[in-house]
């Protein structure tokens, strides 16, 4: 997959980057070719070799359609959660990592559920506010809004299934 200057695209378990430049470096004698990001959550700025992109699984925006799906997700009764905490954690951190929509969607669903029961770890809780943060700023680019209004949108379909998003760390 070839992205463009300018173009977002998601950094899985990071959130949303913009392309800022396109670059070669000598690496062993062998050039490389690099994405230069801008992650808009801290603007820090990452080197991803075009050999990696794959791997690292750097996509485009998420489209209307998909979007569509994650928030009847959000909205609709319960979802699948592990009840040991090593298993729990594992399997939500492959799900960060893997860097779909909707895999950050059931990772937020299944800890606000199980946070209505009991209290979260520290570990938990910043799982929590990172797919919390990845959903909002992925919304609100791929569909042209605002972080507030993306953010309501968020809570009204998590209020259908008796769920409110938490207030950042």
């Not at 799906?69 to 592990?82: I, K, P």
């Not at 954690?89 to 029961?117: C, H, P, W, Y």
């Not at 959903?135 to 209004?149: A, M, N, P």
């Amino acid at each position: 997959m070839t992205f463009q200057v300018g173009e977002k695209v998601v950094y899985p378990n990071h959130g949303v980057a913009t392309i800022e430049n396109i670059s070669s470096r000598a690496f062993a004698g062998q050039f490389e070719r690099f994405y230069l990001l801008r992650l808009t959550y801290n603007s820090l700025t990452v080197m991803v070799p075009f050999s990696h992109v794959e791997e690292l699984r750097l996509r485009k925006l998420t489209r209307n359609g998909e979007v569509a799906r994650v928030m009847d997700f959000l909205s609709e009764g319960r979802c699948r959660r592990y009840l040991d905490w090593k298993d729990r954690f594992k399997e939500n951190t492959e799900r960060m990592r893997d860097g779909s929509l909707l895999g950050v969607a059931e990772v937020l669903k299944s800890l606000l559920i199980l946070q209505a029961e009991k209290p979260l770890s520290f570990r938990e809780k910043k799982m929590l506010d990172r797919a919390r943060h990845m959903l909002i700023t992925e919304l609100s680019t791929s569909r042209g809004l605002k972080e507030d209004h993306a953010r309501t949108m968020l809570d009204q379909a998590l209020a259908k299934a008796q769920l409110h998003l938490p207030e950042p760390l």
